[in-house]
């Protein structure tokens, strides 16, 4: 057996498409979607990750405010900034770049961005409504997962899937998502004793422990759906994700690469997320198969 390769690349930019479909109308309309990305400091990787998440705006029709604040920039005013983009009727989408410098209390900041606007689904309002099944927005990176096991027909009702992460970005929230819609959901991370005995259970396996290549073919069950969303730097340079790709390929069924997996289709679920926002704002009919948030 060879994996087949889930194309993230590919489902991304499909996303990216009907996202620009979608902006077009509403620009007809008169609503430009915009989405305001605020970063605090002078991290290398927060810089050109928000570099990409402005172009990706620029190239689906979306309208992008980048809001560089210095690293001594107190709560009190960045708290107050984020308010102020809440009052904003031109921004539909808000987004606090993580990780702030260590003396900000990220939840503060996060809690400070009103819900309806909370693109990056980390508001205590929208992590409470996945909690129950509800709608709203989910964090992109774990939703941009389930697309792709939507794309490439997946059954996730009934199954068993491992999810091996507990982090609030991917590992829970990715989680609660496989648990609504029917799988049977086994969390592992870092205390798990006999990590592979939990593994080989798995029809889903998505892995996001932020280990380079900790999952091997020994622990995977043939004929699994292997995700990956690690993404790990050797010291030769390579990027390398979760999961050892060339081992675990002659066992599992699919499996995404790393890189071009899962990682196009955070960015590409963030535009998703903020053309949600915006359709909401302007009053618009729902998108064939979008389900209306609160």
């Not at 604040?69 to 102020?84: G, K, N, Q, S, Y």
């Not at 987004?95 to 693109?119: C, F, N, S, T, Y």
């Not at 091996?164 to 929230?173: A, F, L, N, Q």
Request: net charge neutral.
């Amino acid at each position: 057996m060879t994996a087949a390769l889930i194309d993230g690349k590919a489902i991304a930019a499909s996303v990216r498409a009907e996202t620009a479909i979608r902006a077009a109308r509403l620009a007809a309309a008169g609503t430009v979607p915009g989405l305001a990305v605020v970063i605090v400091g002078d991290d290398p990787a927060s810089r050109l990750y928000v570099r990409s998440k402005a172009q990706a705006c620029e190239a689906a029709g979306l309208r992008s405010w980048v809001h560089a604040m210095p690293a001594d920039t107190p709560l009190e005013r960045l708290v107050a900034f984020v308010h102020e983009l809440n009052g904003d009727p031109e921004v539909h989408g808000i987004l606090v770049q993580l990780p702030l410098p260590g003396r900000l209390d990220a939840r503060l900041v996060i809690e400070a961005i009103d819900p309806q606007k909370d693109v990056d689904g980390f508001h205590y309002q929208n992590v409470g409504a996945l909690v129950v099944g509800d709608p709203a927005f989910y964090p992109c990176t774990p939703w941009g997962v389930m697309r792709m096991l939507e794309h490439e027909g997946v059954a996730i009702d009934g199954a068993h899937a491992v999810v091996v992460g507990r982090s609030t970005i991917v590992g829970k929230p990715m989680a609660l998502m496989l648990l609504n819609a029917g799988a049977t959901v086994t969390i592992c991370h870092s205390h798990t004793r006999d990590l592979s005995a939990q593994t080989r259970q798995a029809d889903i396996l998505v892995a996001a422990a932020g280990r380079a290549r900790i999952i091997g073919a020994g622990m995977v069950k043939a004929g699994a759906t292997v995700i990956d969303v690690g993404i790990n730097r050797l010291p030769d340079g390579k990027l390398v994700g979760d999961v050892d790709f060339e081992a675990v390929a002659p066992v599992a069924a699919r499996i995404t690469p790393v890189p071009g997996g899962v990682g196009p289709m955070t960015i590409a679920m963030l535009l998703a997320n903020t053309i949600r926002s915006a359709e909401r704002a302007a009053g618009f009919a729902l998108a064939a198969g979008e389900t209306r948030i609160a």
